[in-house]
């Protein structure tokens, strides 16, 4: 079994640039989400996709986007980057059955460092 | 509105002794509650869960977490430390048919050999 994997593990950006972070989720699992950990604190949720739509958002501008494929995969793209964006993306799969409390499974994360 | 709230941003015990890491939550629905742990350069573990069954839950080495809802806590224990349960330990709350986590900001836990 394949667990939740995400590329890259680290990378550098200048302010205004664009990024684009990857995660594919485990065998079996359908909804992917996306949380922001900045340093010293604890994730914040992004976003999650079921089924390649957007099932909820959290408190994020709209320069945060993504998109899940068919495979369930998911990318997370930010805009404009800002150096408050610098934090550990961390990607978490898990396999929607209804009534919520389905476990995640998380990535090791991309840490993405903004200049 | 969720939120968690943890008490003590770093906890430190003596390999051998019972480890206490608190969490208060603050929901309007009832709750799903979580303890994640989190190694160095690495995601999140699932340590264990509560979704309204037996309060007294039991996790993965040796953890376990009680669900009290008068006092509305999940505090986190284990009768006797590790060296290796040096990590950060994260408190979550969701609700019913909701897998979205509000996350507390991390109880950074040091064993002292």
């Not at chain 2, 007294?56 to 999940?74: P, W």
């Not at chain 2, 224990?77 to 990590?87: E, F, G, L, R, W």
């Not at chain 2, 609700?95 to 507390?104: A, C």
Request: proline residues 4%.
């Amino acid at each position: 079994e394949t667990g939740v994997t995400q590329s890259p593990t680290h990378l550098i950006k200048t302010r205004g640039q664009q990024v684009t972070l990857r995660c594919s989720s485990q065998s079996g699992h359908n909804t992917v989400s996306w949380y922001q950990q900045a340093l010293g604190q604890g994730p914040q949720f992004i976003f999650q996709y079921y089924r390649e739509e957007e099932n909820g958002r959290g408190n994020f501008p709209p320069r945060f986007s993504g998109l899940q494929f068919p495979n369930y995969s998911s990318e997370l793209n930010v805009n404009a980057l800002e150096l408050d964006d610098s934090a550990l993306y961390l990607c978490a799969s898990s396999l929607a059955l209804g009534g919520g409390a389905g476990e995640l499974f998380f990535g090791e994360g991309s840490r993405l460092t903004v200049l | 509105a969720q939120s968690v709230t943890q008490l003590g941003s770093h906890v430190s015990v003596s390999e051998g002794a019972l480890v206490l890491l608190r969490c208060n939550y603050s929901s309007s629905v009832p709750p799903y509650l979580f303890w994640y742990v989190q190694y160095p350069n690495q995601g999140l573990q699932l340590l264990l869960k509560y979704t309204s069954a037996a309060t007294l839950v039991k996790g993965i080495n040796d953890f376990e977490a009680e669900f009290k809802k008068s006092e509305t806590s999940f505090h986190l224990t284990k009768p006797s430390a590790h060296m290796s349960d040096a990590a950060e330990y994260f408190c979550a709350v969701s609700s019913f048919g909701n897998e979205k986590l509000t996350f507390g900001t991390g109880t950074r836990l040091t064993i002292i050999p």
